[in-house]
């Protein structure tokens, strides 16, 4: 579910980073009233534990893995607020450091995998929890708040996903970011989740919550005793704003027409681009004829192109050179 | 000592399809390799970490916002000059990462194709494909606790890049308390595992308790030598040679940007 | 049974493992020395196939065991069936949620029928003297219990070659005894015994064979153990012992300790 850069606008990853702003206020606030502020460093070492779920590769019928989020499992375990705190640093720590899913799109993913999965996943949970007073209410509350804020969580994605071809065009109505509407995105999303990555984060979840709950369950997060429900109305009110807050912010308002909103309420033919790319063909010669780019001064241009030249073949020497070299010591030793 | 335990069993293991384990060991190597291998990093001639950050992110964003082909070719002539001075093992790590998404991503459009949606399906790979290289040249060319102390000029907050650091410290430690834990359980999978779910929760299970028991003596610990939530982290910023040229290529990229935009 | 030739290996670009040649027979306890990073834990695991010789050849019982060989499940599941490994640190080494679980762990894969797993753990939990912790969960006992569950949860599979890291680690004096008395008894019905130490006071109580390991990875000395302990210029060389150890030999028990005076 890591959204790597360019699928979404950068106006897009700014107005979901934009929102993350309070959400991560208000969690840090939340964190520093149930533990002591000298405490706030061991979030680290829940980050690097929320960091560590994604690696497990999790068996799955036939033979095969999938990978977990963990974000509900880690929410039941350390708290929402904690849980949306360590799920953060660990996306910040996958973009950044080992570039893996976008830089821009961290607002999008960290709102999506920080804050919907875990929120959803632990009030869903709880909610369970609250009512049936059990261990199996426990377990059922884990199993369908995992399922649920992976889906959610999914949902939002593939809404961000779809709102783009709305969005943002080109000057010739070609969308500029993910091309897919709404009617094609969310069942892509969806479907996927709901039939596979929902079961592993499911099996995922409730396996280790109920080792942890026979071990040491004094680890598990409490919570506030009482039963909340304005708080469900706030998460659920979020989350439905959202897309309504991409589109006010969206540049490209203006260029809305009446068809296109329809299309989108009807659910009616996806992609209606302009045929006429598929009759012309796209030639890949016309990005660059004869080494120089267009709207560029030729001399600038054939430079460039002389040093991607360049450059590739000293980066094609450079690692055949370094794969020679470890043989050459393996044969060696 | 009992009799069973003074003959040989004669076993014969049954088949199970127990891969999980094998896969899961290779993906914490994998981290546990990446993490050390930018630790132990020797210092190179290059731009300070701040620059080096926060232009990779304009970079990103400008890739991203570009419409003009002209200027992307600009950036992948640019990201493949700084590729070069990169050691070859690193440009092959970067550019399989980078090729693996951008393929994956051109399947994903392909179906656009048919819509006569010639745009993205090969503009959007291509984007995809520089911004991965980017932001994997400052990821394996820049000593991680220098990115962390980099974030400070951006005004996040100390406390916070202590948290930085102490999770990439501890993703460490506890990627390597999570390999023992599956190779003992990959030493001890001697037959067909009926329980499979449960060995993995095990595993992940008991490490997320180590974890609690390792952040309870780091707050000791840490209580003991005075620590009371306040943190500040000192760093020195010198402006050499190396900067200079930075922030005059980059200059460039600005420009250039602005007139094809 | 085991046979070693020429092994090197090396860990993220370090050498761990120097021209090392060794053969151990059935039936046989040999002790590792050296100081710490000297690459006796290396050279354990890859005797039980968590790493694989760089160069050189490993054998076991007149089998060659590589990558290649390790991926053919069956192949791979019995060598760990025949060769178990105690881990140094028990905590990465037990991820059930009871002692009885977590002994029983392999003799279930092994296709044992229920009351065979049962009989075969109570046997294993009475050898160990754990049959009042049968419900308790392995986390949370001391480190003592811990190492000896870890013990047990080998044992069950019945293993023809026991490899022991560093088994004293952490144990009480009177544990430590009873722990080497315990090997002493497990080669007496037949098993074949390989174990890391420090403790100098009882290796050569567990072991008539002691191979030294200096800090070039190599082996230094492969002799009987009072021999190599009576060595004190070479145990010296090798930085295992400081200029103060010496040996009480009053005639009937002669034993080694430290003054730190």
Request: charged fraction near 15%; hydrophobic fraction near 50%.
């Given at each position: 579910m890591h959204i790597p850069d360019n699928y979404l606008s950068p106006a897009t990853c700014a107005v979901l980073g934009a929102a993350m702003?309070?959400?991560?206020?208000?969690?840090?606030?939340?964190?520093?009233?149930?533990?002591?502020?000298?405490?706030?460093?061991?979030?680290?070492?829940?980050?690097?534990?929320?960091?560590?779920?994604?690696?497990?590769?999790?068996?799955?019928?036939?033979?095969?893995?999938?990978?977990?989020?963990?974000?509900?499992?880690?929410?039941?375990?350390?708290?929402?607020?904690?849980?949306?705190?360590?799920?953060?640093?660990?996306?910040?720590?996958?973009?950044?450091?080992?570039?893996?899913?976008?830089?821009?799109?961290?607002?999008?993913?960290?709102?999506?995998?920080?804050?919907?999965?875990?929120?959803?996943?632990?009030f869903v949970y709880k909610f369970i929890r609250d009512r049936v007073q059990s261990e199996k209410g426990e377990i059922i509350g884990a199993a369908v708040g995992s399922y649920f804020g992976i889906n959610v969580a999914a949902l939002c994605a593939a809404i961000e996903f779809g709102l783009q071809p709305l969005?943002?065009?080109?000057?010739?109505?070609?969308?500029?970011?993910?091309?897919?509407?709404?009617?094609?995105?969310?069942?892509?999303?969806l479907i996927p989740h709901l039939l596979v990555a929902g079961v592993v984060e499911l099996l995922f979840t409730v396996f280790i919550y109920a080792f942890i709950r026979k071990v040491s369950p004094g680890m598990i997060y409490e919570g506030a005793k009482k039963k909340s429900k304005a708080v469900y109305g706030l998460i659920v009110a979020l989350i439905c704003l959202t897309p309504l807050g991409l589109l006010a912010t969206g540049t490209a308002w203006g260029e809305?027409?009446?068809?296109?909103?329809?299309?989108?309420?009807?659910?009616?033919?996806?992609?209606n681009y302009t045929p006429s790319?598929?009759?012309?063909?796209?030639?890949?010669?016309?990005?660059?004829?004869?080494?120089?780019?267009?709207?560029?001064?030729?001399?600038?241009?054939?430079?460039?192109?002389a040093v991607v030249g360049v450059a590739l073949v000293i980066i094609i020497f450079k690692i055949i050179a370094a794969f020679k070299k470890d043989a050459a010591a393996k044969t060696k030793a | 000592m009992p009799e069973w335990l003074q003959k040989n069993e004669n076993y014969m293991p049954r088949e199970d399809k127990d891969t999980f384990i094998n896969k899961s060991i290779l993906s914490f190597l994998a981290l546990i390799a990446r993490i050390k291998a930018q630790d132990k990093k020797e210092d190179r001639f290059q731009a300070n970490a701040f620059f080096r950050v926060l232009f990779t992110l304009m970079l990103v964003v400008f890739?991203?916002?570009?419409?003009?082909?002209?200027?992307?070719?600009?950036?992948?002539?640019?990201?493949?000059?700084?590729?070069?001075?990169?050691?070859?093992?690193?440009?092959?790590?970067?550019?399989?990462?980078?090729?693996?998404?951008?393929?994956?991503?051109?399947?994903?459009?392909?179906?656009?194709?048919?819509?006569?949606?010639?745009?993205?399906?090969?503009?959007?790979?291509?984007?995809?494909?520089?911004?991965?290289?980017?932001?994997?040249?400052?990821?394996?060319?820049?000593?991680?606790?220098?990115?962390?102390?980099?974030?400070?000029?951006?005004?996040?907050?100390?406390?916070?890049?202590?948290?930085?650091?102490?999770?990439?410290?501890?993703?460490?430690?506890?990627?390597?308390?999570?390999?023992?834990?599956?190779?003992?359980?990959?030493?001890?999978?001697?037959?067909?595992?009926?329980?499979?779910?449960?060995?993995?929760?095990?595993?992940?299970?008991?490490?997320?308790?180590?974890?609690?028991?390792?952040?309870?003596?780091?707050y000791a610990a840490m209580e003991c030598r005075g620590f009371t939530g306040e943190y500040r982290i000192c760093q020195k910023f010198r402006f050499g040679l190396a900067d200079a040229a930075y922030l005059l290529i980059n200059a460039g990229i600005i420009y250039i940007f602005i007139r094809l935009y | 049974m085991i046979e070693l030739q020429n092994v090197s290996f090396s860990y993220e670009g370090h050498r761990a493992l120097n021209d090392i040649s060794l053969k151990i027979e059935k039936g046989e306890s040999v002790s590792l020395l050296g100081a710490n990073g000297t690459g006796k834990s290396t050279l354990l695991k890859l005797l039980c196939g968590i790493v694989t010789p760089d160069s050189g050849t490993y054998a076991f019982d007149g089998r060659e065991i590589t990558q290649k060989a390790l991926k053919d499940p069956k192949f791979s599941?019995?060598?760990?069936?025949?060769?178990?490994?105690?881990?140094?640190?028990?905590?990465?080494?037990?991820?059930?949620?009871?002692?009885?679980?977590?002994?029983?762990?392999?003799?279930?894969?092994?296709?044992?029928?229920?009351?065979?797993?049962?009989?075969?753990?109570?046997?294993?939990?009475?050898?160990?003297?754990?049959?009042?912790?049968?419900?308790?969960?392995?986390?949370?006992?001391?480190?003592?219990?811990?190492k000896k569950v870890a013990i047990a949860s080998v044992l069950a599979m019945n293993p023809e070659v026991l490899v022991l890291d560093e088994p004293m680690n952490g144990l009480d004096p009177k544990t430590e005894r009873w722990l080497a008395g315990f090997l002493v008894e497990l080669l007496s019905s037949g098993k074949t015994l390989i174990v890391s130490t420090h403790n100098l006071e009882l290796v050569q109580e567990i072991s008539k064979r002691a191979v030294l390991f200096d800090s070039t990875h190599a082996i230094a000395a492969d002799l009987q153990t009072h021999r190599l302990l009576d060595d004190i210029e070479l145990l010296k060389r090798v930085n295992l012992v400081d200029k103060y150890y010496h040996r009480h030999d009053d005639g009937g028990h002669g034993h080694y300790h430290i003054h730190n005076y």
């Open positions: 702003v309070p959400v991560l206020g208000v969690s840090i606030k939340k964190v520093k009233e149930e533990i002591s502020k000298a405490k706030l460093p061991q979030l680290g070492i829940g980050a690097a534990f929320s960091f560590l779920t994604m690696m497990f590769n999790v068996p799955l019928p036939g033979g095969t893995t999938g990978h977990a989020v963990g974000g509900t499992l880690i929410a039941i375990l350390l708290g929402p607020y904690s849980a949306c705190l360590a799920v953060s640093v660990a996306l910040l720590i996958q973009a950044l450091m080992f570039g893996d899913g976008g830089i821009l799109a961290f607002g999008a993913n960290a709102f999506n995998m920080a804050f919907v999965l875990p929120f959803v996943g632990y969005l943002f065009k080109g000057a010739d109505g070609q969308p500029l970011y993910c091309p897919y509407p709404l009617s094609v995105s969310i069942p892509a999303m809305w027409g009446m068809d296109e909103i329809q299309e989108v309420i009807t659910g009616g033919s996806a992609l790319g598929m009759a012309n063909g796209f030639s890949f010669s016309a990005l660059m004829p004869d080494y120089s780019v267009s709207g560029l001064p030729d001399a600038v241009g054939y430079i460039a192109s | 890739v991203s916002v570009s419409r003009t082909f002209s200027f992307i070719y600009l950036v992948i002539a640019y990201l493949l000059l700084l590729l070069c001075f990169m050691p070859g093992r690193e440009i092959a790590k970067i550019l399989r990462t980078g090729l693996v998404m951008t393929l994956f991503t051109a399947i994903i459009l392909l179906p656009t194709v048919f819509y006569g949606n010639t745009y993205s399906i090969f503009i959007i790979p291509v984007k995809v494909l520089v911004s991965i290289i980017a932001v994997n040249i400052l990821s394996y060319a820049t000593r991680w606790d220098q990115i962390t102390i980099a974030l400070k000029r951006f005004h996040v907050p100390d406390l916070m890049i202590f948290i930085l650091d102490i999770t990439l410290k501890y993703i460490v430690m506890l990627g390597e308390f999570s390999v023992e834990m599956l190779y003992a359980l990959r030493l001890r999978s001697v037959g067909k595992n009926a329980g499979k779910y449960n060995a993995l929760s095990g595993v992940a299970g008991t490490l997320f308790l180590k974890s609690r028991d390792m952040a309870e003596d780091m | 599941k019995q060598f760990h069936q025949r060769i178990g490994f105690v881990f140094q640190n028990s905590d990465t080494q037990l991820f059930c949620t009871n002692v009885f679980d977590e002994v029983a762990f392999g003799p279930r894969q092994m296709g044992y029928d229920e009351r065979a797993v049962e009989e075969r753990v109570e046997s294993c939990l009475s050898l160990l003297e754990l049959q009042d912790y049968k419900d308790r969960q392995p986390y949370h006992l001391s480190g003592g219990e811990k």
